[in-house]
């Protein structure tokens, strides 16, 4: 377990260990799980970006980017579908504005 602290707050993660990246090769996601959803919007970002917005509703979405090592363009992708999907809403603008969770 690897604990960064950063002025936005503490990231903690979790490394594979060398015996899996030596045995598969890689750390990446075998390709036949990656993309697998079920439910209403249970993708892995979506539910990373609510919690970032639970966590702290003025967040910024170059912030959430970097956060989640995501492109900008990324995180707007998945913010309107979980508009769409009427899940999360933002409230005033978007300097001074802030995210509302509308339904978990």
């Keep these: 377990m690897v604990i960064e602290q950063e002025p936005t707050g503490l990231w903690i993660s979790f490394p594979f260990p060398p015996e899996v990246v030596q045995r598969t090769g890689t750390t990446e996601t075998p390709d036949e799980t990656r993309g697998k959803m079920s439910g209403k919007m249970s993708g892995k970002i979506e539910q990373q970006i609510i919690e970032l917005m639970i966590a702290q509703p003025q967040i910024t979405i170059p912030e959430m980017a970097l956060r989640l090592s995501r492109t900008e363009r990324t995180i707007e992708r ?12 933002r409230i005033g603008p978007a300097k001074g504005g802030h995210w509302k969770i509308l339904e978990q």
Excluded: K, P, S
Aim: net charge neutral; aromatic share 0%; no cysteine.
């Design 78 to 89: 998945n913010i309107a579908a979980l508009r769409q999907a009427e899940l999360v809403a």
